[in-house]
């Protein structure tokens, strides 16, 4: 009877021990979109989680590991909008669909985005961890550059429009001045259209 029990026993103790990590890292999250990593400490997480201290260091051997495991958790439940769909020739229709889905996407991740970018400058650690949402982000300003003028000032011109468009700062300051997020992606829209011109003393030279 004992050695069948066991087996049931290691199973129970492992899924309670996946619990509590669950546990312990939403409880991370939490507190990196309320408050911002650089104020979460390992006391609070464990408060928060309902565990003892020594319970966080045992799944985590430093706080590095927590805030690794806590952005896996994050980027996996909010995943950036896919911008396979944007496929669309018209340069306009397509940064508008782009911007209408990656400022939804900046609406519903606004805490956690504003606090991580803040404390990035005080936590080395947080700028790695940036790097495969800055990734992203630089294969969507390729994507959405696609058809816009291809060499010169205009395409400079365009392409910084492009990045300030894209930016979740530019989103923050536009909304904040009480625009909706269709009113700001189609200001932003009208901002790269007047880049992408060619004015008639360019277009003479």
Known sequence: MTRERRPYRMKKRA???AQTRERIVTSAAELHATIGP?????????????????????????????????SVHWQTAKQPPDPGPWTIPDPDTRLRRALLELYGYYDTTELMLDNV????????ILTELLGRFRGYMAAVHEI?????????????R?????????????WRSLTGKQLSNREAANLMVELVAAAARVNKRQAGS
């Open 38 to 70: 650089a104020k979460t400490t390992v006391s609070a997480v464990a408060k928060r989680a309902g565990v003892p201290r020594a319970t966080v260091y045992r799944h985590f051997h430093d706080e590095a590991a927590l805030i690794v495991a806590c």
């Open 117 to 124: 970018l803040r404390d990035e400058a005080s936590m080395p």
């Open 144 to 156: 959405l550059m696609t058809g816009q003028p291809n060499r010169g000032a205009a395409r400079r």
């Open 158 to 170: 365009t392409a910084a429009a492009l990045n300030h468009a894209l930016e979740f700062a530019t």
């Open 15 to 17: 899924e309670t021990q």
